[in-house]
């Protein structure tokens, strides 16, 4: 089920909201942790009830581990060995087993079959949840938790599927915590505007950007010069849009339960360097990777070659854990590269001026966004290769994103001719961008918006009219990009 869907708005979220804090308002504690419990189940499996079964079956025998880890003495590390190795273990068959037996067959010539290996969604997500869950357990650092509590902290639907990748502490004592269970019309009202500017960023900027990008993809070797520019950039503004959107829509669905879930994005594309990009996007991915991968390396404490290697390491990991193809690996160990060369000349770096160190990390940023984007390495290099054919014209399929069917009709029937809509869909393009580079450029952080508690009649009316316009733009649905992950 989707965020950015009728179903989910109209019937999901209100039934459920109302069971929650009907139980809770009559004490039934636990059942009302129940209810979510079911209830993120059934919105996990709205894509395919099978997704549910391996939901279940790992939050069921993690939980199994973790009661060993509390009662075993001698075997404690071997236990912990074990629930990690069975966590990576379902990772890779669902993710990556066919991207192993395709570069075996090609390394070796052998002609091992591949499989009809459907990926469940959000699956690097709850494993990486609850690795870390286990090694914190091995490391008593958490308390015995009850089971209901612990299968919410790994289902909770606003985070299951695309993060942020919570800890145990920042959400179990959440659950516990009765007063948390009582209606908090504060929260809530800040969960709406989390709620309402997160869809609007889905839906009217990621999804417009999206449709531009999904064209000039599919249609690589039609693109002159100016084309792949608009398109390189349009899949870079597209997952920024849609990712920062899904982070705030989470946040602002747990206010609404009452729960504060921590933030994962930070006005990232406002960074002055690699380096600090990482710190404000996907923030607690970059938190796993740093406290158990890069720390245990040994993290800078033996060098700054080994602190390098440690770098390049974690990002050709976190390159991988995004997908299972070459493309992502190259994406993840050039970031590392980036990061290693912005620790080695930093001192250098600190002295260009800021808006030259804005602009170079925005366009390294969109240029590494290819790989990503590209459905192989090959296609990645191809997009760079149109970028040098020359042209200046924009290919009409992509200003026409921009541009508006609805004007090309418009203008068909006042009898303007091709030239003339051409002419005002090129400049509602520069529009477009003009408006959105500003925005990432200048807009406040959504979570220093929310923070303001703004009530004013004129802030609550442009709220409820971009939140009308969200809806009416809802006929064409988009999943997340990261439920790709």
Known sequence: MLFNSHIFIFVFLPIIWILYFGLNKRQFFCM??????IAS????????????????????INYVFHILLFRLDKSRLLCAISGVVFNLSVLCYFKYYNFFV?????IFSTGFMVRNIILPLGISFFTFQQVSFLIDTYKKSTPLYNFWNYALFVSFFPQLIAGPIVLHHEMIPQYENKEKRKVNYSSAYKGIQYFVLGLAKKVLIADTFGRAADWGYANVLELNSLSTAVLILSFSIQIYFDFSGYCDMAIGLGKLFNF???MNFCSPYQAHSIKEFWRKWHITLTRFFTSYLYIPLGGNRKGKLRAYINIMIIFTFSGLWHGADWSFVVWGMMHGTAVV????????WVKVPALLKWFGTFLFLSF?????????????????????SGGSGLAREMAEVFGGSGLKLMLSQLSFDDKIYDLWANIGTVLWFVAVMTIIAKAKDVQNMVADNKTGTAYVLGLSCLFIISLVSLSDIAQFLYFNF
Do not use: M
């Open 32 to 37: 009302a942790t129940i209810c979510l419990v």
């Open 41 to 60: 189940i059934i919105f996990y499996a709205y894509y395919n009830w099978s997704y549910s079964l391996i939901l279940i079956s790992s939050i069921i």
């Open 102 to 106: 395709d570069n075996i067959n090609q």
């Open 260 to 262: 504060d879930i921590p």
């Open 341 to 348: 060369l912005n620790g080695v000349f930093e001192k250098y």
């Open 368 to 388: 590494l966004w290819v790989f990503f984007r590209a459905a192989h390495i090959r296609q990645a290099l191809s997009v760079f290769k149109r970028l040098l």
